[in-house]
């Protein structure tokens, strides 16, 4: 059997498609990198999202290779060999799901090395999502190779990644939103709306059985001799349908599921002051933490004896308890998986503790927090190693006017900021009248 998928594999279209599908989906990934860089969970995830392209092409090869079998005129030749069906079925079964199975991993270790150095936490819900997204592969390449046998014209495979790409980013929008879209399409549910998100084990489950039925679906269309069976498809997409449905959670239960608590647990320094970030970003904790440490250090005069990673999410909305003694910063990964506007990040947490825990100031205060905080950085608020300051001409007003005081009297106006924040005052003339 080794010898005859081998044989198989040279002489159908299987290899081919590997290497276009491979390529293609490897030039998407690097094109949107910093989709996927912040870690593990976040690339194979992007992956899954990119089927849209992916399983298209997959299926186009199926249709390609019945076409190229059907132009060959070898039906009546294969038909006339005194082997059962199945055996004459297998090899190309076999050669292009594993021409699928190899383009689709090509594509994943093709992206690993951009973030194989600062990905440090690898879920094991990330294994799953990789499957379900091969078993995907499987069934569309299947899925063409019948569709390629029912109608064997040239316009087949072409149409066929057209209508495949057409249905797989608009046909679930005609379906409920959550867990019912995911599990009926697995390319959708997967957008990354955090560094945090992940994929529930029972939106997995439902995908795999989808995705199964329509494989079955699929080698049932391509194995049966008279097209008066074709029918016999939909007993196996009606089961999985059925059971997809039974498994699939909806709701809050499907909202839930889609952050990953474990990613957003702190990992710290050992020594003191601590610095901390989430565990989704632990590889990056050696180049965050000087800079943590350096804002600590001019925050000598607060009560601030630590720095943690803002671990908030929009949805589901989550965030951190408030603490006095802690403040906070927000982690951005760059297109290699490293930290992403290095000079920004000292700047953001003095202006985050002078702006209050709760962010409780109107834009005219945080205007007073950029001031108090590039005073303690002796930086001016539109200049930076970056380039990235925003132009604010009010808060370089006010810093002006701090640097043009005794380093006493500005250091208690700045004081004076900080203790009305803490207690979510007004802090609009604090730097302008001094401290009361």
């Keep these: 059997m080794n010898r005859i998928i081998g044989i198989e594999l040279r002489r159908s279209a299987a290899l081919g498609a590997a290497l276009l599908i491979a390529v293609a989906g490897t030039i998407v990934l690097h094109a949107t990198a910093g989709r996927w860089s912040s870690g593990w ?39 006339s060999a005194p082997r059962p069906r199945p055996r004459k079925i297998v090899p190309i079964l076999v050669a292009t799901g594993l021409a699928a199975l190899f383009a689709y991993l090509v594509t994943l270790l093709a992206a690993a090395p951009r973030i194989a150095d600062t990905a440090r936490y690898l879920p094991p819900a990330a294994f799953v999502v990789v499957a379900v997204g091969l078993v995907a592969m499987i069934a569309s390449v299947w899925l063409g190779l019948a569709v390629g046998r029912l109608v064997p014209a040239l316009a087949t495979a072409p149409a066929l990644a057209v209508i495949g790409f057409a249905l797989l980013i608009f046909a679930p929008h005609a379906l409920p939103d959550g867990g019912v879209t995911a599990a009926f399409s697995p390319s959708m549910g997967m957008s990354m709306f955090s560094d945090y998100d992940t994929v529930g084990g029972q939106v997995s489950v439902a995908q795999a059985l989808w995705m199964v039925a329509v494989a079955m679906a699929g080698l049932v269309l391509f194995a049966v001799e008279n097209r008066k069976f074709a029918f016999a498809a939909l007993l196996p997409l009606a089961i999985g349908a059925t059971a997809t449905a039974l498994v699939v959670p909806t709701g809050d239960a499907y909202d839930q599921g889609t952050l990953d608590p474990v990613a957003q647990e702190l990992v710290c320094t050992d020594d003191a002051p ?28 607060a009560p601030v004896v630590e720095v943690h990673e803002d671990t908030s999410t929009f949805s589901p909305p989550t965030s951190p308890r408030s603490r006095a003694d802690t403040a906070l910063m927000t982690i951005a990964v760059d297109t290699h998986g490293r930290l992403a506007n290095a000079g920004r990040l000292e700047p953001a947490i003095l202006t985050g503790v002078f702006t209050g825990p709760l962010s409780c100031g109107d834009a005219r205060n945080f205007q007073v927090a950029t001031a108090a905080a590039y005073w303690l950085l002796d930086r001016e608020p539109t200049v930076g190693p970056d380039g990235l300051e925003l132009d604010d001409p009010e808060a370089v007003q006010l810093w002006k006017g701090l640097k043009a005081l005794p380093r006493a009297e500005a250091g208690a106006r700045v004081t004076a900021v900080y203790q009305a924040a803490q207690k979510c005052k007004d802090s609009t003339d604090l730097l302008t009248r001094g401290a009361r």
């Excluded at 849209?52 to 038909?79: C, D, I, K, T, Y």
């Excluded at 601590?274 to 005069?301: D, F, I, T």
């Design 274 to 301: 601590r610095a901390c970030v989430s565990r989704a970003h632990e590889g990056l904790l050696p180049e965050a933490a000087p800079k943590a440490r350096h804002a600590l250090e001019l925050l000598s005069k």
């Design 41 to 79: 969970m976040a690339l194979v995830m992007t992956q899954r999202e990119y089927l849209a392209v992916l399983s298209p092409l997959a299926m186009a090869a199926g249709a390609w290779q019945s076409f190229r079998e059907h132009r060959a005129n070898v039906a009546e030749l294969f038909a």
